[in-house]
């Protein structure tokens, strides 16, 4: 009940930020997401929230859908989606996406990106969201066909950490 209730508020709250569709945008006057953000601590926050009320949804390859169950990307996909920001739907595209961010100074909503289970195959193939603060030991959302299956949050342990690739920002803070 408690995870309805916070869903159906996140979901009755007006939007963000507002994204212009590629389709109508003039290249020369696009602006990013990360541009049009008045408030990036808020919607980080949003954007947390919303993805831990998800947790428990079962994993399913190749779905972004909570009805089915969510692949990780579809996961993450389906929650900035929620928030009106277009994010690439394959872990592997969100190697471009983004800011690359030192691990060190990885924040809440940054993305994380691993490898798939073969630590050994240098490939982008797994993606989670960082929830814990700075300072703080790393933790992050992800939906994982692992133990859990399904949507959970991990710790950046010895297996997560030899899977390691990069951090991301997609929300960033306003310049001042």
Do not use: W
């Amino acid at each position: 009940m408690k995870r309805f209730l916070m869903l159906a508020l996140l979901l009755s709250a007006p939007p963000l930020l507002h994204v212009q569709s590629s389709a109508t945008a003039n290249p020369a006057s696009t602006i990013s997401p990360v541009e049009k953000i008045s408030d990036a601590a808020l919607l980080q926050t949003k954007i947390i929230e919303f993805a831990r009320s998800l947790t428990g949804i079962r994993y399913k390859y190749a779905s972004a859908n909570p009805k089915t169950g969510f692949d990780c990307s579809g996961f993450i996909h389906y929650v900035f989606r929620n928030f009106q920001i277009a994010v690439p739907r394959s872990s592997a595209a969100f190697a471009k996406a983004g800011t690359t961010v030192d691990l060190k100074n990885a924040g809440p909503g940054d993305l994380i990106l691993f490898t798939g289970t073969n630590p050994k195959i240098r490939n982008i193939g797994h993606i989670g969201m960082v929830v814990s603060d700075p300072g703080e030991p790393l933790r992050f959302i992800h939906s994982t066909s692992g133990k859990a299956y399904g949507v959970t949050e991990s710790a950046l342990n010895e297996k997560y950490r030899k899977r390691y690739m990069k951090v991301v920002r997609i929300i960033a803070p306003a310049e001042s």
